[in-house]
């Protein structure tokens, strides 16, 4: 009986709650012409949402492998020649520095090909395109 008044008390209240903003919306107007919702994410296309996606994973990834480094050594440190624990601290300096890899690299990745995308779309000539050598193979008419 307890349950069954606090359900219904619970119930009564969250309406009023409401139904009151709803009376409130009405006294002024109830227009809605001027409200807009904006984009809080700040990126117009998937290509720049996955490049913020990865540029937040960079640098929260960066100082958390900076400190498996120095706790990797610090097992090394702490192993005291004892050749179970070394192993294990070289299997962990492995994998942190795998690990480290593939963070930077596929952020040096999607770089360059969001680098060359961009230089696609303004039909600007990328690095590769153009002559590093200077003229050297042009031929005079």
């Given at each position: 009986?307890?349950?069954?008044?606090?359900?219904?008390?619970?119930?009564?209240?969250?309406?009023?709650?409401?139904?009151?903003?709803?009376?409130?919306?009405?006294?002024?107007?109830?227009?809605?012409?001027?409200?807009?919702?904006?984009?809080?994410?700040?990126?117009?296309?998937?290509?720049?949402?996955?490049?913020?996606?990865?540029?937040?994973?960079?640098?929260?990834?960066?100082?958390?492998?900076?400190?498996?480094?120095?706790?990797?050594?610090?097992?090394?440190?702490?192993?005291?020649?004892?050749?179970?624990?070394i192993t294990q601290a070289k299997t962990a300096i492995f994998s942190v520095?795998i690990g480290s890899a593939i963070v930077?690299?596929?952020?040096?990745?999607?770089?360059?090909?969001?680098?060359?995308?961009?230089?696609?779309?303004?039909?600007?000539?990328?690095?590769?395109?153009?002559?590093?050598?200077?003229?050297?193979?042009?031929?005079?008419?």
């Amino acid at each position: 009986m307890f349950k069954k008044k606090n359900l219904i008390f619970t119930l009564f209240i969250i309406s009023f709650i409401f139904l009151t903003a709803s009376s409130v919306q009405a006294q002024a107007g109830g227009s809605n012409s001027g409200a807009s919702i904006e984009n809080p994410i700040k990126a117009d296309t998937l290509a720049e949402l996955l490049a913020d996606i990865l540029s937040i994973i960079v640098q929260i990834g960066i100082p958390i492998l900076v400190i498996m480094v120095i706790f990797t050594g610090f097992t090394f440190v702490m192993a005291r020649g004892n050749e179970a624990k070394i192993t294990q601290a070289k299997t962990a300096i492995f994998s942190v520095l795998i690990g480290s890899a593939i963070v930077i690299g596929a952020y040096a990745i999607s770089e360059a090909i969001r680098n060359t995308v961009n230089d696609l779309q303004r039909g600007t000539p990328s690095a590769s395109q153009t002559n590093p050598v200077g003229g050297i193979f042009e031929t005079s008419d």
